[in-house]
């Protein structure tokens, strides 16, 4: 059918040049000898036929070659040798592209300065997590650092993803000891799992593998600020029930080793197990007034994982526990 739509008018009016003639052979040459048209069709149609098979088959082979282009995740103007307009289409690109290097620009200037603002602000932060030392009032100075320690971890994931959306992203992959960097995120959060009373239960034993150990951390980070969120059952325990847990541990495959951070909390709805990666996703448990959630943490984890090469999940029961897994594909034993 697209052949016809792009040969078709061509074809018709070389068929009727065609007809004209016959008719005119018939009607108004005397003497006619049938013989001769039919040798002179045969003369123009063989041609004609060969050339729209060739036409045809060259056609069909464009067609896939468009095809193919047109699965990639590129400019394919330039690529294509001939099309209609294309002058046009090569002046659109080249003013895009300049919209978009000038859209770059102003994106980097923002993460510049996104990035200063945080540094800044930690120079007071910090000061006021001395101030709160000289609080008096133990309940007043425990609230007081608490939030203080949220706008710290805040800061510290707006740095973090400024980096993680420049294109100048800088991975260090070396050997690390998984333990090394639990030990740094539990270090991390230890004010809220000592204020929720969590216990901590941590078992990497030797295990090594090839990542980046900042952003690994900072991976480590979201799981277990998952967990203090929703690691806690509903109702809150009594005076004399079991304090919430945190276990993390790891195992070895025949090729890979697994992260596991489990909590025995809310667990997470069968409905949000697909969308809990992506951005923005909230949960069912924002939905209901339950708990402040901004959905990104968990999609900046992922994001984070799949530049590093590790594949993240989670398996949980609603009501029972989750437990989210980071896989590293390289192992050293």
């Known amino acids: ?88 289409a090569e002046h659109d690109v080249q003013v895009l592209e300049k919209q978009m290097g000038r859209q770059f620009q102003e994106n980097c200037d923002l993460q510049d300065y996104v990035a200063k603002w945080c540094h800044e602000l930690k120079i007071p932060l910090s000061a006021a997590l ?12 425990r609230d007081m650092r608490e939030q203080l320690e949220r706008i710290s971890r805040q800061l510290g994931s707006m740095l973090l993803g400024c980096r993680l959306q420049s294109p100048l992203l800088d991975l260090q992959i070396r050997k690390v000891l998984l333990s090394e960097c639990v030990r740094t995120s539990i270090h991390n959060n230890r004010f809220f ?14 295990l090594a593998v090839y990542t980046d150990p900042q952003w690994l951390v900072y991976i ?5 600020g998952n967990a203090l969120k929703y690691g806690k ?58 708990y402040k959630s901004t959905g990104m943490g968990l999609y900046m984890a992922s994001q984070i994982a799949r530049k590093l090469g590790h594949e993240i999940g989670v398996e949980s029961e609603y009501g029972e526990y989750s437990r989210f897994f980071v896989t590293f594909g390289s192992r050293i034993k």
């Not at 001395?130 to 100075?141: A, N, S």
């Open 233 to 290: 059952k509903e109702p809150a325990p009594q005076a004399g029930e079991d304090s919430p847990v945190l276990k993390v541990w790891a195992d070895r495959q025949e090729r890979t080793v697994t992260l596991w951070v489990e909590d025995r909390g809310q667990g997470i709805q069968k409905q949000d197990m697909e969308r809990i990666f992506e951005k923005g996703y909230t949960g069912s448990n924002y939905h209901n007034g339950k």
């Open 1 to 88: 059918m697209r052949y016809l739509k792009k040969r078709g008018a061509q074809v018709l009016s070389w068929g009727a040049v065609f007809a004209a003639f016959h008719l005119y052979f018939f009607f108004f040459i005397q003497d006619r000898k049938l013989e001769f048209l039919l040798y002179l069709d045969v003369l123009l149609l063989a041609p004609a036929l060969g050339w729209l098979v060739w036409d045809y088959r060259r056609f069909q082979g464009a067609r896939k070659t468009m095809e193919e282009l047109l699965g990639q995740q590129e400019i394919i103007c330039r690529e294509v040798k001939d099309f209609e307009n294309k002058d046009v």
């Open 193 to 206: 799992l000592i204020q929720d009373r969590f216990q901590v239960q941590a078992e990497t034993g030797d």
């Open 130 to 141: 001395l101030m709160d030392e000289r609080i008096g009032d133990p309940d007043l100075r």
């Open 220 to 224: 480590l980070d979201q799981l277990i």
